[in-house]
């Protein structure tokens, strides 16, 4: 029997990782409804639609709500859920990492922070050495710190970022994303089944870009995958528009 070529893209990207409930919502608020709310019908096709279970999705709002990144409540027969101010002003700083290109060589700066300062994000700042670090100059950079013209980008600057795990990762990701790319455009004209898959890539993708600095490609090694996994997630994000949280209703 063949394989629903849409099912198996799915099952593909659920396979990358474990899917923690609670993570999967924060993926879908901040791409699909980073300022508006969902109505709890709708969310729940999306979650089943991944193959996420009702009664996960409970328990796992609920657990957002305490953290004070949901905010719910009650219109009507259903209720409807958002991210909070707080969780809005979160993915708006992490917009950058997930959804930008690829900064060029002369974006790059290097910072010397001063004695006994405390370490930067390692999300937003590779670290090069005692005390110095490099970044894109669109990050912001943290008081007192001395900025340098970084020059040339040598290829082993990214070394620090090149786990063997992480390497892994991005190259699991973009082999199974060639495969997605693949789906022929009628089988994500649906809202919902368009949705599905947005979420699960970018997800996916999230949790991998936001681990480490972003840095030029110069700055790394010719195995690294990170830079041709982000240019063809942003080219399919471009293809699978987002869908309005209203067609993700149950008819």
Same mark, same amino acid.
């Not at 300022?35 to 019908?41: F, K, L, S, Y």
């Given at each position: 029997?063949?394989?629903?070529?849409?099912?198996?893209?799915?099952?593909?990207?659920?396979?990358?990782?474990?899917?923690?409930?609670?993570?999967?919502?924060?993926?879908?608020?901040?791409?699909?409804?980073?300022?508006? %709310?969902?109505?709890?019908?709708?969310?729940?096709?999306?979650?089943?639609?991944?193959?996420?279970?009702?009664? *996960?999705?409970?328990? *796992?709002?609920?657990?957002?709500?305490?953290?004070?990144?949901?905010?719910?409540?009650?219109?009507?027969?259903?209720?409807?859920?958002?991210?909070?101010?707080?969780?809005?002003?979160?993915?708006?700083?992490?917009?950058?990492?997930?959804?930008?290109?690829?900064? +060029? *060589? +002369?974006?790059?700066?290097?910072?010397?922070?001063? %004695?006994?300062?405390?370490?930067?994000?390692? /999300?937003?700042?590779?670290?090069?050495?005692?005390?110095?670090?490099?970044?894109?100059?669109?990050?912001?950079?943290?008081?007192? $710190?001395?900025?340098?013209?970084?020059?040339? #980008?040598?290829?082993?600057?990214?070394?620090?970022?090149?786990?063997?795990?992480?390497?892994?990762?991005?190259?699991?990701?973009?082999? #199974?994303?060639?495969?997605?790319?693949?789906? %022929? @455009?009628?089988?994500?004209?649906? %809202?919902? /089944?368009?949705?599905?898959?947005? #979420?699960?890539?970018?997800?996916?993708?999230?949790?991998?870009?936001?681990?480490?600095?972003?840095? @030029?490609?110069?700055?790394?090694?010719?195995?690294?995958?990170?830079?041709?996994?982000?240019?063809?997630?942003?080219?399919?994000?471009?293809?699978?528009?987002? $869908?309005? @949280?209203?067609?993700? +209703?149950?008819?």
């Amino acid at each position: 029997m063949l394989t629903d070529p849409y099912r198996a893209s799915l099952d593909a990207l659920t396979s990358l990782g474990p899917l923690r409930v609670w993570s999967v919502l924060v993926t879908v608020f901040g791409d699909l409804a980073p300022d508006r %709310p969902i109505v709890g019908p709708a969310l729940t096709a999306l979650m089943s639609e991944i193959g996420i279970k009702p009664e *996960a999705t409970r328990v *796992a709002l609920h657990r957002l709500r305490g953290d004070g990144w949901i905010i719910s409540q009650k219109v009507g027969r259903h209720s409807q859920h958002a991210l909070s101010p707080a969780a809005r002003a979160d993915s708006a700083e992490a917009w950058h990492k997930i959804y930008g290109q690829t900064p +060029n *060589a +002369n974006e790059l700066v290097l910072i010397l922070l001063p %004695p006994k300062s405390k370490s930067p994000d390692p /999300a937003q700042f590779a670290r090069v050495g005692p005390r110095l670090y490099a970044a894109s100059r669109s990050v912001p950079m943290p008081a007192d $710190a001395m900025m340098l013209n970084s020059g040339d #980008v040598p290829s082993w600057l990214g070394i620090e970022v090149e786990t063997a795990a992480l390497q892994k990762s991005y190259t699991d990701l973009l082999s #199974v994303l060639r495969d997605v790319e693949s789906l %022929p @455009p009628e089988l994500t004209k649906d %809202p919902l /089944a368009r949705a599905a898959l947005r #979420v699960l890539i970018v997800h996916n993708w999230r949790r991998l870009a936001l681990k480490h600095a972003l840095l @030029p490609r110069e700055a790394h090694s010719a195995d690294w995958a990170g830079h041709d996994a982000r240019d063809l997630v942003i080219s399919m994000l471009a293809r699978l528009k987002r $869908a309005s @949280p209203d067609d993700l +209703n149950p008819r």
